[in-house]
């Protein structure tokens, strides 16, 4: 048992700092607790918008190849009861094709689609018109290429064939 000399006889203030603290932490604490609640709301909305859109997303998908393999609407909600986790990448003309054959939705004899060709993300550059024309050049367009000093310019026109070629004065037949 306590002795009553043990027990602090001061004037009050130190009971009354606790429960202000303890105050201060029932406050806190509720606050925390509204936060949380708030959080756990919109975390429950944005699942379901995601949910929303990946459904969206997997329809598209499912309408395009169905009718890409020229299946109906139809055997696309088929498709989509039988595989309901199906992501929409997963969804291709190949695999939609398999399943109309395994559920005999077309002859056995159809051919698979060929797979679309793969675009390639990136800069693809736009020709405008047509190139510029390379200048032919004469004998004599040569003769005075060659007597300004512009060798490089006239062997190149060589190289790619751009030096009309002339009868010789001398291998002239009469």
């Not at 029932?26 to 607790?33: A, G, I, M, Q, T």
């Not at 395009?64 to 992501?87: D, Q, R």
């Not at 939705?105 to 679309?116: G, I, K, M, Q, R």
């Amino acid at each position: 048992m306590p002795d009553w000399d043990d027990i602090d006889e001061g004037d009050g203030q130190d009971g009354e700092e606790k429960n202000k603290s303890f105050k201060d932490l029932r406050n806190y604490s509720k606050k925390l607790e509204r936060e949380s609640k708030a959080m756990a709301s919109e975390l429950e909305e944005l699942k379901a918008f995601r949910t929303q859109i990946t459904e969206e997303r997997r329809d598209a998908a499912l309408g395009a190849t169905f009718k890409e393999v020229g299946l109906s609407e139809s055997h696309a909600k088929l498709f989509k009861a039988l595989n309901p986790e199906i992501e929409a990448e997963a969804i291709t003309p190949e695999s939609v094709f398999n399943f109309a054959k395994e559920y005999e939705l077309v002859s056995a004899d159809t051919a698979a689609p060929e797979a679309a060709p793969e675009k390639k993300e990136g800069f693809t550059p736009v020709v405008v018109g047509q190139p510029a024309p390379l200048t032919q050049y004469t004998t004599e367009e040569v003769q005075k290429l060659l007597r300004e000093g512009k060798t490089d310019e006239v062997t190149r026109a060589y190289k790619e064939g751009r030096v009309v070629k002339e009868s010789v004065p001398w291998t002239r037949q009469a």
